[in-house]
Structures are given as structure tokens and as C-alpha cells.
């Protein structure tokens, strides 16, 4: 599975972005899905994840009511609708894919990655 995020960009805080990442194989709805960040000197860390249908989602704290992931399983493509931007979500924002059912926060669990999207969000 070969994953390709887009949409990332420069934007002023307090403003909005979509990301979106296509995926390769038309086993997309076989694979949960997730998003990842990481800021430059940090640790990669979870933001948001779906599951196979996309019925069910999980957010980090530091996103949550700001970040949306939703999939389109005709497109095999998730994005991830971003609001309410801060300074503070500044990075490289990569998707990953994972053949387990369920959601997953750690980035040992997921099995394929994107090349990352750059977010700069400024004050």
C-alpha cells in the first residue's frame, strides 16, 4: 500500500486546512487509518484516527473539537479537516494505515506510511 498526503500549507492561526491522503490499493477499506504529527526536535505523536468504515474515530487531546478525519472509501482517500489552527500544530503531518481492526495511538502499530505534508501555522 503506498500512501500520498497533500494539503499541507502555510496559514495564520485561527484558520483552517484539509489534508487529504490517497491511498494505492483498492484494499482501502480493509485498513484503519490514522494521522500523525511531528514538530521539529519531537517525537512523532498521534492525532486522529479511523476506523475501517469510518464509523468510529479517535482524536488527541490537543486536537479534539479542532481536527476532523473522515474517509471516502469511493476515493480511498482520508482527510483530516483542521480549524482552528495554532502556532502549536506546526509540523510535518504524515497518515499511516493499519491492517488491525481497531484504533491505534502508537506509531509502532501502524504497517504503512505517507511521505508527510508540511503544516505551518503562524502567529
Known amino acids: 500500500v503506498q500512501l500520498q498526503a497533500s494539503g499541507g500549507g502555510l496559514v495564520q492561526a485561527g484558520g483552517s486546512l484539509r489534508l487529504s491522503c490517497a491511498a494505492s490499493?483498492?484494499?482501502?477499506?480493509?485498513?484503519?487509518m490514522g494521522w500523525f504529527r511531528q514538530a521539529p526536535g519531537k517525537e512523532r505523536e498521534f492525532v486522529a484516527a479511523?476506523?475501517?468504515?469510518?464509523?468510529?474515530?479517535y482524536y488527541a487531546d490537543s486536537v479534539k473539537g479542532r481536527f476532523t478525519i473522515s474517509r471516502d472509501s469511493a476515493k480511498n482517500s482520508v482527510d483530516l479537516q483542521m480549524n482552528s489552527l495554532k502556532p502549536g500544530d506546526t509540523a510535518v503531518y504524515y497518515c499511516?494505515?493499519?491492517?488491525?481492526?481497531?484504533?491505534?495511538?502508537?506509531?509502532?502499530?501502524?504497517?504503512?506510511w505517507g511521505q508527510g505534508t508540511l503544516v505551518t501555522v503562524s502567529s
Open positions: 490499493r483498492s484494499t482501502f477499506s480493509s485498513l484503519g
Open positions: 479511523i476506523s475501517r468504515i469510518g464509523v468510529t474515530t
Open positions: 499511516a494505515a493499519v491492517k488491525r481492526t481497531g484504533l491505534y495511538v502508537n506509531t509502532d502499530s501502524y504497517d504503512y
